[in-house]
Structures are given as C-alpha cells and as structure tokens.
C-alpha cells in the first residue's frame, strides 16, 4: 500500500475499532499528523486515562507505553514496534538497581520517569523533566534522595536546587552524545540565536545553553522568544512541531551542521505507518503486566500526580 492508503486504512481501524492514537513529539512526522494527541510520555497517558477509547495505541518507546498502562489497566494498550526501547531505561536495570538501593537503606528515590515498570515498582516517587526540580525543592533539605535513571537530569537538579542527590550513571544516549563544541560552532555562525536545550544532554552542554527546559518547556519558549532563528539541542522528531507553532522561524540542530546525525532516536523512529497499521488490524503488540506490577509501578506516579497538584505545578 501507498502511505495515502495506509493513512486511509489507519484512519478507518481507528474508528472501527474505537482507538485512540497518541504520539510523542520524537515521532516520524506522518505519525505525528495521524496521531489525536501528540505530547510527551506523561501527557499522553494522562491524555489516555481522559479518552473513552477502548484501544490505546502508544506511538513511542517502550517505557512510556508501559505507563499507559499503569494508569489505565482497563483498557487494552499497543505499541507497534515493540523492539522500540529506550537507551535511558535500558541503563537502569531492576536486579543491579534493586542492589544499589540496598546499599542506601535511608534514602527516598525519585526516578525519571523515563525507567521501566520495575524501576518504577523500586520508587518511591516519580517525576518528570518539567516538575523534577519543583518535586526535590519541596522535600526537607535533609531528606537523602537517590536519582535515577539519568545522570544528566540529576546532575542538573543538584545543581539549580544545591542538593546532593546520589546519582545512577544512566543517560540517554542521544542527548548525551550532542557536544558543547558543535553548539559553539552554530552559535558562532548565527550569534543571534538563543541555544535552547533538554537537561537531559551533558552538563557542558548545558553550561552553553540560554534556556534549559522539559520538551514542553521549550516549546512555550520558541512561541515566546522574539528570536527568529533558535538552536535545538534535544531529538530532532520535536522539530515538526516546533515549524508548526512557528512556520515563519529557522530552528538549528546539530544535524544541521553534518557533523553530527547524534540527534535522532533510533528506538522513536522505529514505529512506522505500516506497523502502525498492522498494529491496529491485529491488536498486537500488546502491553501485557502483572495485577501487582502495575498497583507496584502506579504507586509512585500516583505520588508525582498528587504532590503536583499540591504545588500548583497541574491542575
């Protein structure tokens, strides 16, 4: 089938079925366009909880599918390709984790929530790019924190908050590999154009940004800043989105500079309109997990949702 027809058979399961699409803002930009709602992983599944779909089909990664679940176990969720892993959850393994926790029997731990299910089960709360730094400013100073998965993240909350988390050595292998120097170089070609970044790039890198937020974050940044070029330094799948809320502005990644392709998720790009489509004809891949991980995972993510509404941070 042509792409227009595979649209046109995606569109038709989807209602036929009683689907719901959701697309992260990393994805292929055709699946973006046939996606209900596209956001980042917790939006979505709050998204999901929100829908009255009897399907739910995760164009993402892995984890973030699993958290669909979590937060509707009722409803039957799919993920098209489910070899769509995630470098930053794949670093944090539950057995080696499990056994790094042991050896910090006082400290609460916060994770990313970019973890898998069994991460997820080892927290006590979990958090977000956007709310990761409110949530460990609102805990006692003395409160001894573990933070995991990403080193990165977790650096940079012990840096803004002067905590002095203890850190799992995870990252995201994609945000980690972008370089401070190529950011330099493109700030040295377009010096007018502010370097926005995701904190879960390296701390050099960070040191060049302008403006360091969460994927949504960045996206109320671009539609605010009277710059008219700006330097993107997270995964390139956000660019569709950031030319639709602002077609008259030049976003610069490093990819741009063709010595770096660093900037693309292999995992994210895996989903395809084809596997999209045989995903919703046959209703497979499914997420499938345990009664008790999902009460186990829930838990903290429950936590996370509650003391955000306490600090304002949702409604």
Not at 260 to 284: F, G, I, P, S, V
């Amino acid at each position: 089938m042509t792409d227009d027809q595979l649209k046109q058979e995606i569109l038709r399961l989807k209602s036929e079925k009683n689907a719901v699409i959701l697309g992260h803002y990393y994805q292929r930009h055709e699946i973006q366009e046939l996606s209900d709602y596209v956001g980042d992983s917790l939006a979505l599944a709050q998204k999901a909880q929100e829908a009255t779909a009897d399907i739910i089909v995760f164009c993402g990664v892995h984890f973030m599918a699993e958290t669909a679940k979590i937060l509707n176990p009722s409803r039957k969720v799919l993920l098209p390709d489910m070899e769509a892993s995630c470098s930053l959850a794949e670093s944090c393994k539950a057995d080696e984790f499990a056994a790094f926790k042991a050896e910090h029997p006082d400290h609460m731990v916060i994770s990313y929530v970019n973890c898998s299910a069994e991460i997820k089960a080892l927290s006590d709360l979990i958090c977000t790019s956007g709310n990761a730094e409110k949530l460990v400013r609102s805990l006692p100073e003395e409160q001894k924190i573990i933070f995991a998965p990403d080193r990165n993240l977790g650096g940079y909350i012990n840096r803004v908050t002067g905590r002095n988390m203890v850190l799992w050595n995870g990252v995201c292998t994609v945000h980690d590999a972008m370089q401070a120097e190529g950011i330099l170089k493109l700030k040295a070609e377009h010096p007018d154009a502010p370097v926005i970044a995701h904190p879960e790039c390296n701390a050099a890198l960070l040191q060049v940004a302008d403006f360091i937020g969460s994927t949504k974050a960045m996206l109320n940044y671009i539609q605010q800043s009277p710059a008219h070029q700006i330097i993107v330094a997270t995964e390139t799948g956000i660019l569709y989105e950031m030319r639709r809320l602002c077609p008259d502005k030049e976003f610069l990644t490093l990819h741009d500079d063709k010595s770096c392709a660093c900037d693309d998720c292999a995992y994210m790009k895996l989903n395809t309109l084809e596997k999209l489509y045989r995903c919703l004809r046959d209703e497979q891949p499914e997420i499938l997990m345990s009664a008790e991980m999902i009460e186990a995972a829930k838990r903290p993510i429950v936590r996370m949702l509650d003391m955000s509404r306490e600090l304002g941070i949702i409604k």
